[in-house]
Antibody
């Protein structure tokens, strides 16, 4: 069974950066897209971006242009997402999610999710 | 940008069917999946590729997608099905989520 284990809760001040991790079990990390999705308190799911674990290629939602960086460490099967210039509106639970290997050019969905990391931005 | 629209809430009696809609322009030309999320938990995939169930998902969950509307149907709804449900599609290299539907079983 695929497992994605995320790092612990963070409390940050406005203007700071936060770097979250998502460690994958076994070989499920290899050549898969890992995406990041966040959920503000009481709100819906918001997609942030993706990164291919093999190539390191990444893309993100326009909303996060210039603020989000996605990286990975293939030797530890860990994906990272760093969000900078934090503001109160960034307070949310951040999930990593693996894209199903069933994917095609038009079929793209998540078959495994991490447990989520709460990021609180407060002065 | 592409948008998916869901009703905010839906109430259903135990044992009855619940149908959750997800609307978008020519949505039937795209693949849709559905996630279930219970309070304090991560989302769980319940339907992918419009109508396929992952292993471990009960048969009472089914999906369809045609025209501008995709539908998730829960047949014989149980108390354990009370949750938020999100539709999701893929557009122009972007993941799109619907706003979510809170299903209450009462």
């Amino acid at each position: 069974q695929v497992q994605l284990v995320q790092s612990g809760a963070e409390v940050k001040k406005p203007g700071a950066s936060v770097k979250l991790s998502c460690k994958a079990s076994g070989d499920i990390f290899i050549n898969h897209d890992i995406n990041w999705v966040r959920q503000a308190p009481g709100q819906g799911l918001e997609w942030m971006g993706w990164m291919n674990s093999n190539s390191g290629n990444a893309g993100h939602a326009q909303k996060f242009q210039g603020r989000v960086t996605m990286t990975r460490n293939t030797s530890t099967s860990t994906a990272y997402m760093e969000l900078s210039s934090l503001r109160s509106e960034d307070t949310a639970v951040y999930f990593c999610a693996r894209v199903s290997p069933v994917r095609t050019r038009t079929l793209y969905f998540f078959d495994n999710w991490g447990q989520g990391t709460l990021v609180t931005v407060s002065s | 940008s592409y948008e998916l629209t869901q009703p905010p809430s839906l109430s259903v009696s135990p044992g009855q069917a619940a149908s959750i809609t997800c609307s978008g322009d020519k949505l039937g030309e795209r693949y849709v999946c559905w996630y279930q999320q219970k309070p304090g938990q991560s989302p769980v995939l319940v339907i992918y590729q419009d109508n396929k169930r992952p292993s471990g998902i009960p048969e009472r969950f089914s999906g369809s997608n045609s025209g501008n509307t995709a539908t998730l149907t829960i047949s014989g709804t149980q108390a354990m099905d009370e949750a938020d449900y999100y539709c999701q599609a893929w557009d122009n290299s972007q993941v799109i989520f619907g706003g979510g539907t809170k299903v209450t079983v009462l």
